[in-house]
T-cell receptor, first 110, second 113 residues
């Protein structure tokens, strides 16, 4: 199976909060990342969290990490139409290689 | 600071033809990566360079894919001959060092007919 798993789709109403979930397998990962990919574009680093942290907040973004369950989530507050994109969770291994999930497509509806 | 640059942005070729992609990393970044992203999947690492040396090319299909970074800055990725299953987005990324965060370019979208 894949190292990193995410749900494939999320539909959210404009102004509501979005929560994207991810599970990973490498318990020795030191960092976990969230990247955003807009249509026709490359991957944009959104945020990352150190494995010794439980939570990180950056403006509208909140990352929660449950190391025991190897579960990572990204919450986007006050979701806007510009947040429509594919969101990738990624873990970094001891050899500093990144493993990505398949991506969660977030659709924001008016 | 300028980001990772890639060209061309789009390429359409017929199977068995050759194609080359170019990447210019962020200035000062020693580590350069090429990823393949098939539709509906996350990026998969093809090859990693540290300066002008190959660190990892274990996932590169060497019978048809080649990559070089001769002067430790720009890099080219070549496919010869292309197959239908090579249709994908080819992403270049760079980082200051192996341990640092990777930054991605806009990608080259390849369609093989």
């Amino acid at each position: 199976g894949e190292d990193v798993e995410q749900s494939l789709f999320l539909s959210v109403r404009e102004g509501d909060s979005s929560v994207i979930n991810c599970t990973y397998t490498d318990s020795s990962s030191t960092y976990l990342y969230w990247y955003k990919q807009e249509p026709g574009a490359g991957l944009q680093l959104l945020t990352y969290i150190f494995s010794n942290m439980d939570m990180k907040q950056d403006q509208r973004l909140t990352v929660l990490l449950n190391k025991k369950d190897k579960h990572l989530s990204l919450r986007i507050a006050d979701t806007q139409t510009g947040d429509s994109a594919i969101y990738f969770c990624a873990e970094i291994h001891n050899d500093y290689k990144l493993s990505f999930g398949a991506g969660t497509t977030v659709t924001v509806r008016a | 600071e300028a980001g990772v640059a890639q060209s061309p942005r789009y390429k359409i070729i017929e199977k068995r033809q050759s194609v080359a992609f170019w990447c210019n990393p962020i200035s000062g970044h020693a580590t350069l990566y090429w990823y393949q992203q098939i539709l509906g999947q996350g990026p998969k690492l093809l090859i990693q360079f540290q300066n002008n040396g190959v660190v990892d090319d274990s996932q590169l299909p060497k019978d048809r894919f080649s990559a070089e970074r001769l002067k430790g800055v720009d890099s080219t990725l070549k496919i010869q001959p292309a197959k239908l299953e090579d249709s994908a987005v080819y992403l270049c990324a760079s980082s200051f060092s192996i341990e640092e965060t990777q930054y991605f370019g806009p990608g080259t979208r390849l369609l093989v007919l």
